[in-house]
C-alpha cells in the first residue's frame, strides 16, 4: 500500500492551495483518511479527515471554516481543498488512511492509522 501526496508549494497569505492523496494498493472504501501538518521540532497534529463511506467529515478547530476535505472515489483520491493560508499553516502535510474499528472522529494520531504517506511541503508567505 502506498499514500501519495502532492499539490504542495508555495503560496502568498490568503492563497489556496488543494492537497491530494492518491492511495495504490488500497481503495477507499469506507476507511477513515485523515490530513496531518508538521512543522520542523513540532509533532505532527491532525486537523481534518474523512469517512470514506458515508463522507463525513471533521476538522480541528485551526483549520474548519477554512480547510475542506472531500474524496473522489473515482480517482481513489482524497482532497485537502485549503483556502485563507496563514503563514502559521506553513508545513509539511500527510495523508494516513484506515484507522480500523476506531471511529473517524477520533483521527488525530498519525500513528493510530495503518498507512501514511510521505509528506509535501506547504510554505506560506
Known amino acids: 500500500v502506498q499514500l501519495v501526496e502532492s499539490g504542495g508549494g508555495s503560496v502568498q497569505a490568503g492563497g489556496s492551495l488543494r492537497l491530494s492523496c492518491v492511495a495504490s494498493g488500497y481503495t477507499y472504501h469506507g476507511g477513515c483518511v485523515g490530513w496531518f501538518r508538521q512543522v520542523q521540532g513540532k509533532e505532527r497534529e491532525g486537523i481534518a479527515a474523512?469517512?470514506?463511506?458515508?463522507?463525513?467529515?471533521y476538522y480541528d478547530d485551526s483549520v474548519r471554516g477554512r480547510f475542506a476535505v472531500s474524496l473522489d472515489a473515482a480517482r481513489n483520491t482524497v482532497y485537502l481543498r485549503m483556502n485563507g493560508l496563514k503563514p502559521a499553516d506553513t508545513a509539511t502535510y500527510y495523508c494516513?488512511?484506515?484507522?480500523?474499528?476506531?471511529?473517524?472522529?477520533?483521527?488525530?494520531?498519525?500513528?493510530?492509522?495503518?498507512?501514511g504517506g510521505q509528506g509535501t511541503q506547504v510554505t506560506v508567505s
Open positions: 474523512i469517512n470514506t463511506g458515508n463522507s463525513n467529515t
Open positions: 494516513a488512511a484506515d484507522l480500523g474499528p476506531m471511529s473517524c472522529g477520533s483521527f488525530y494520531h498519525f500513528t493510530d492509522y495503518l498507512y
